[in-house]
């Protein structure tokens, strides 16, 4: 059973930094695909970062691109994502998601099967 628990979340001011942590189990995920999305309030899940598991190019929204940064650590089979200058519009629950690498690492929420519960982040200005 794939479990996807994120972490790391919490209140900081504009300007300053967090490091979001996904914690992944239940099977191997070396062929998966592990995003980042956020959802603000009234607004729609959207996209924020993707990487292959296995390594390769990283992928970014136009609205994070230099300043969150999508790594992966093997040892203790966990995702994070580094966000540096944070902004007030970065507000939102922040979610980690996986889906099957079959030739294709989508930015679509909709490809994406696993989802953890998600982790709170409020920038204030």
């Known amino acids: 059973q794939v479990q996807l628990v994120e972490s790391g979340g919490g209140l900081v001011q504009a300007g300053g930094s967090l490091r979001l942590s996904c914690a992944a189990s239940g099977r191997t995920f070396s062929s998966y695909v592990m995003g980042w999305f956020r959802q603000a309030p009234g607004k729609e899940r959207e996209f924020v970062a993707r990487m292959k598991w296995s390594g390769g190019s990283t992928y970014y929204a136009d609205s994070v691109k230099g300043r969150f940064t999508i790594s992966r650590d093997n040892a203790n089979n966990t995702v994070y994502l580094q966000m540096n200058s944070l902004k007030p519009e970065d507000t939102a629950i922040y979610y980690c998601?996986?889906?099957?690498?079959?030739?294709?690492?989508?930015?679509?929420?909709?490809?994406?099967?696993?989802w953890g519960q998600g982790t709170q982040v409020t920038v204030s200005s």
């Open positions: 998601a996986a889906h099957y690498f079959s030739g294709i690492a989508y930015a679509s929420k909709s490809k994406y099967n696993y």
